[in-house]
């Protein structure tokens, strides 16, 4: 399984940016897929999770109301929508999936990874 992350840029406080994966050697149907994004000096940590069903969708405490996980099925892509970026979002953005079953919020439960996008926002 092969994970393309893109859609990073440099934004300002406030406004929309939407990120994609996309998949290739598996579709994402029978994925668990996930956000996750470290920034200077910080531990990874969990953005959003999306179960394979597509039925249930997980977020950080951080990010919940403002981010938006989905999927199409069609184009094998998974998207993050994210809403009022504020500076401390700034960090990489990793895409990455695992086999169901796995913890949606726990990093070391994904077995495949994407290279990161960079989302910069400033004040």
């Known amino acids: 399984v092969q994970l393309q992350a893109f859609g990073g840029g440099l934004v300002q406080a406030g406004v929309s940016l939407r990120l994609s994966c996309a998949t290739s050697?598996?579709?994402?149907?029978?994925?668990?897929m996930g956000w996750f994004r470290q920034a200077p000096g910080k531990e990874r940590e969990f953005v959003a999770g999306?179960?394979?069903?597509?039925?249930?969708?997980y977020y950080a405490d951080s990010v919940k109301a403002r981010f938006t996980i989905s999927r199409d099925n069609t184009k094998n892509t998974v998207y993050l929508q994210m809403n009022s970026l504020q500076p401390e979002d700034t960090a990489v953005y990793y895409c990455?999936?695992?086999?169901?079953?796995?913890?949606?919020?726990?990093?070391?439960?994904?077995?495949?990874w994407g290279q990161g996008t960079q989302v910069t926002v400033s004040s």
């Open positions: 990455a999936a695992a086999n169901p079953g796995a913890d949606v919020t726990v990093g070391n439960q994904y077995t495949y």
């Open positions: 999306l179960s394979w069903s597509g039925r249930s969708t």
């Open positions: 050697g598996r579709s994402v149907s029978i994925l668990n």
